[in-house]
């Protein structure tokens, strides 16, 4: 019976399981909670350049799959550049009344919406498919609707074959966003999987600077020819599909279907070669995850059960996560950065924009790698209390002689759909509504009260920064297993990273038994 930890305990030191060693077949139990004979792997116990060495194939195998994510940050930057290609409003635009040729922007805003669309339609289905027909299958769907995406690209000569273009992309995108983390999470070890999830953000961003670059020399060297561009998008399109032919399916995915032999030899795939790893050992951690969480459900999993009991902790946790991202400013520094460094008084606001990228690129870098040292509570919440400061800096900038900046800009914004990089963010979320609704509403803020936007996005951040600090909970290094204890125990956020599991007394139990998976390089070689 899970009951409450007023007093949760500290990390335990060897001679707490010392008494253990010999029952380690038994179900352990840390303040009365049952662990079910759920354990956390003998590799955890690895630091993490250990864990990254023994297990290069994993990492490797997740920077294959995460090619997607170039093409991503490719697609949505080249969708928000493309437009201001001469060539490109030539082909697609039409003259106005004073005869001057210019893109509609009611295909503008279609074009920015079926990208939505297509990402909409794919979360309403992709979890079901990936689930019935596997991870892997789901990495071909998702190529499939990028190569249509590239061929309507390629030979669009309107606006409505543009638009089913985006359509396609968008579809394509969202199963990118959806099953690759899944994937990365299932198939990491629990000490590296923190970095190796947000390590998308890295090859996005790569893939973002890339295309912007590649637009600029474009609309210099060679201003008519946009299909330039959209045939470089063959590039990561083409290595997606190389790379994902040598892919393993998820062990998970077999284990949940109950075909133990297909995971084992999935499991080989990733795992082979590491010394002391135990097959049976790590399939049965899976497995009884796997029979814990359907104890739980006592039923088929549904989606409103995310809205119920201990799950409707976990989805606000999401969601004020999302919510927070949005009330931070998002809008301002990822989608009207251009205009706000012009309203800050900036004398080029599209290298600031260049600029925004970089550091960007810089920041998700230095997260990927840090994340796993100082894990994800920390490092959120200081970063969302910095954010409240900077929001009310910013706002101030207005008595400091910030310009009014260009007005018939931010009309122009103000009547167009935001750019396709907010909306891909909006609708990975669960408050997708919401955060469209503030892309919508930045332009006319922006446009009436200036920098001092900064003062309504910054009231709005501080009380999602209280929120964080009471409700989200540091989840590093820690297992599925012992993420579910842990809420099931209902220990406070703040007290996550100090608190033992049964899942962690037993594991020191089996190591006491076993030995401990330690490996350093030298040994590995040896």
């Known amino acids: 019976m899970a009951v409450s930890a007023t007093s949760p305990s500290e990390k335990p030191h060897v001679e707490r399981v010392e008494g253990a060693a010999t029952e380690v077949d038994d179900m352990a139990k840390v303040d009365a909670y049952d662990s079910y004979g759920l354990v956390k792997s003998r590799f955890d116990e690895l630091s993490i350049p250990e864990t990254l060495w023994v297990f290069k194939r994993v990492v490797l195998v997740t920077l294959a799959v995460y090619t997607g994510y170039v093409c991503e940050g490719f697609e949505l930057g080249a969708g928000g ?142 201003p008519d020819n946009y299909l ?38 999935c499991m080989k795939q990733l795992y082979g070669g590491v010394k002391g790893y135990d097959f049976e050992e790590e399939y049965g951690i899976i497995a009884r995850t796997i029979e814990h969480e359907r104890e739980v459900l006592q039923e088929q999993p549904k989606y409103i059960h995310v809205f119920k009991g201990l799950n409707l902790k976990r989805t606000l946790t999401v969601v004020i996560l999302s919510v927070a991202q949005q009330l931070a400013g998002l809008a301002i520094i990822s989608t009207y950065s251009t205009y706000f460094f012009s309203l800050a008084g900036l004398a080029d606001p599209f290298l600031g924009s260049v600029i925004l990228s970089c550091c960007n690129l810089l920041a998700v870098l230095i997260w990927s790698l840090s994340t796993d040292y100082l894990g994800r509570r920390m490092i959120i919440n200081s970063c969302q209390t910095f954010i409240c400061v900077i929001l009310f800096t910013v706002g101030a900038l207005y008595w400091t002689g910030a310009t009014t900046g260009n007005a018939a800009a931010g009309t122009a914004l103000s009547r167009l759909a935001p750019s396709p990089s907010l909306q891909t963010r909006s609708w990975v979320s669960p408050p997708g509504t919401f955060n469209s609704i503030a892309g919508y509403a930045t332009p006319p803020m922006l446009l009436s009260l200036n920098v001092k936007t900064g003062f309504v996005y910054g009231a709005f951040s501080v009380p999602m920064c209280i929120l964080l600090w009471f409700y989200l909970p540091e989840t590093k290094g820690r297992s599925a297993a012992e993420i579910d204890e842990l809420y099931e125990r209902k220990v406070p956020a703040w007290r996550w990273s100090k608190t033992v599991t049964a899942a962690e007394e037993q594991m020191h139990a089996v190591v006491q038994v076993k030995g401990a998976a330690k490996q350093s390089p030298a040994q590995a070689q040896a």
């Open 228 to 265: 330039l561009a959209m045939r470089i998008l063959w590039a990561p399109v083409g290595l997606m599909i190389i790379f994902w032919v040598f892919v393993p399916e998820s062990p998970w995915f077999h284990a949940r279907r109950g075909e133990k032999e297909k995971a084992l030899k």
């Open 81 to 222: 550049s493309v437009v201001a290609n001469a060539g490109f409003i030539k082909q697609f635009g039409s003259k106005d009344g004073a005869g001057v040729r210019a893109l509609d922007p009611t295909w503008l805003s279609t074009w920015s919406a079926l990208l939505n669309v297509g990402q909409i339609v794919t979360f309403t289905h992709i979890s079901w498919f990936a689930d019935k027909f596997g991870r892997k299958t789901s990495f071909y769907l998702a190529w499939l609707w990028l190569v249509v995406g590239c061929v309507f690209l390629n030979t669009a000569k309107s606006p409505s074959v543009w638009a089913l273009a985006k359509l396609c992309n968008g579809a394509g995108i969202g199963v990118l966003q959806i099953t690759c983390q899944v994937y990365v999470m299932e198939i990491c070890p629990n000490k590296i999987r923190g970095g190796m999830v947000t390590f998308q953000a890295v090859w996005s961003n790569i893939g973002g600077i890339v295309c912007a670059v590649m637009m600029q020399q474009l609309n210099e060297k060679h």
